[in-house]
């Protein structure tokens, strides 16, 4: 049979001394991610390239400068708001898994499991394919030959190669340890913000081609219509902050996580909301709201405003290096929510193993990238992406809201860190991502169904996994 151990902290995985369990020694990662590397690598993920691409579509629905800077603010906020309930959860349980285990212990396996179900089959892997097409494709601006228009084999672009190589190349540095992992990290993410400021620069060191007007609402607006725009400017910049949670996942790797993680979420948050605040306040000293509306490659239009043409260059450099980082942390964090549904027996039983000499999760990593790799070739990610967008936040309203299931289901856990103006901010975040859920509901009834049906289609896998587990324990 399978053995269990309560720990103070984590109650839910298998152990024991014998070799044919689940988990022993050789199945556990160790804590090598300090405060600096777990901030970099937070701040890494979050910041890819929607922060250059967003304010441009925004500004269809939102005519108002003002308007635009409190939507980013207010999406800052929201997310300080989840940060702060989540810090709660990650101190208590600074386990591998983040959100699947925080899922786990509030409803149950099956719950945790459809999560990381999601999260594999679309959330990580369509973002790395995403995050690695965006990459090549600004990469054709220094290179050419990489472009959406020249074929190599079949339908497959010169900019799906270079994406497949670049995921497979970062796979391969992660794979051989966590060292080379998050110093990659740390260095590009510091160029990030290090470019990020020097961006910001700009609109203090040229002269603006319009004083931006911070109005909220410009003369003869209708009231009705500005309050809507608002909401779907909000959908937008919740995207821009999404995956400000990954960092749960490497938690079984941070020291000191009852103090390092809550600093992470809550000092990250704030950072990266600073950040946000600094590049949209040079879109909006550059460019009239008027301008801005439509334009995709907003950053890009700014930065040319203030600097010439010649600053395109720069910009493409720029979201080069953003994007580089928000691929390598993201393909760094989410292996190892595959390896803790693993250790549960409710995944691939190989998931589970670390490799003996790297100390990684070397197989997780490397199924997410053959995955990935797939999805990159095939650009079915698109679509998969529209399918889940109802479900991602149907999952962060049940993980934000098993910080009160879990104060009633274990009183007796240790809480290192406990989430501030409790219960009111959580509420908040849990009111505001519902709004959203049932704005996405009503304008994408078909894709949100859709996206139901796949999340309900892992139920019959995690039965064959929990039997196929069943069995092996009792042929032990």
């Avoid at 993920?45 to 980013?72: E, K, N, R």
């Avoid at 169904?449 to 999340?455: E, H, P, S």
């Amino acid at each position: 049979m399978l053995c269990q151990k309560r720990h103070a902290w984590s109650w839910s995985f298998p152990s024991c001394a014998s070799a044919k369990c689940v988990m022993s020694t050789q199945h556990i990662l160790s804590r090598r991610l300090g405060l600096f590397d777990s901030a970099m690598m937070m701040v890494g993920i979050v910041i890819g390239s929607g922060i250059f691409l967003t304010t441009g579509i925004m500004a269809q629905s939102v005519p108002s400068a003002g308007l635009i800077l409190l939507a980013w603010l207010t999406g800052g906020v929201l997310t300080l708001c989840g940060a702060l309930t989540l810090a709660e959860l990650g101190a208590a349980m600074p386990e591998v898994g983040g959100l699947y285990v925080y899922l786990r212990e509030a409803y149950g396996h099956l719950y945790g499991f459809l999560f990381g179900w999601v999260l594999f089959l679309v959330s990580m892997g369509g973002s790395i394919a995403a995050l690695a097409v965006g990459f090549a494709s600004y990469l054709g601006y220094f290179v050419p030959w990489v472009s959406s228009e020249q074929l190599v084999f079949g339908s497959v672009s010169t900019v799906q190669l270079m994406a497949l190589l670049v995921v497979v190349g970062l796979s391969a540095i992660n794979f051989v340890g966590v060292g080379p992992g998050k110093t990659l990290q740390n260095l590009f993410t510091v160029a990030k913000i290090g470019a990020i400021l020097a961006f910001g620069a700009l609109a203090w060191t040229a002269e603006p081609t319009a004083r931006p007007d911070l109005a909220l609402a410009p003369a003869g607006a209708d009231l009705l219509a500005l309050v809507s725009g608002f909401g779907v400017a909000l959908v937008a910049v919740s995207w821009a902050f999404d995956g400000w949670h990954n960092v749960t996942y490497i938690a079984g790797e941070i020291k000191n996580p009852g103090k390092n993680l809550p600093l992470v979420l809550v000092g990250g948050t704030l950072l990266i909301t600073s950040l946000y605040l600094l590049v949209n306040y040079v879109y909006v000293v550059a460019l009239p709201v008027q301008q801005m509306a439509g334009v995709v490659r907003i950053a890009e239009r700014a930065s040319g405003a203030l600097q010439g043409s010649g600053a395109a260059g720069l910009i493409s450099a720029m979201v080069l290096v953003s994007s580089f980082g928000a691929l390598n942390g993201t393909i760094f964090a989410a292996p190892r929510v595959y390896y803790a549904m693993a250790r549960d027996g409710v995944f691939f039983r190989k998931v589970a193993e670390i490799h003996p000499r790297f100390r990684t999760p070397a197989f997780a990593i490397a199924l997410q990238a053959a995955w990935a790799s797939l999805l990159t070739l095939t650009g079915s990610y698109e679509q998969l992406f529209t399918y889940v967008v109802f479900v991602t936040f149907i999952f962060w309203i049940s993980t934000t809201a098993s910080v009160f299931a879990l104060r009633r289901k274990r009183p007796d856990l240790a809480r290192p860190y406990k989430t501030w103006g409790y219960p009111i901010v959580p509420l908040v975040f849990i009111t505001a991502i519902a709004l959203v859920l049932v704005n996405t509901l009503i304008a994408k009834p078909v894709e949100s169904l859709a996206g139901l049906g796949i999340t309900l289609a892992g139920i019959p896998a995690y039965h064959f996994w929990r039997r196929s587990q069943s069995g092996s324990a009792t042929s032990m």
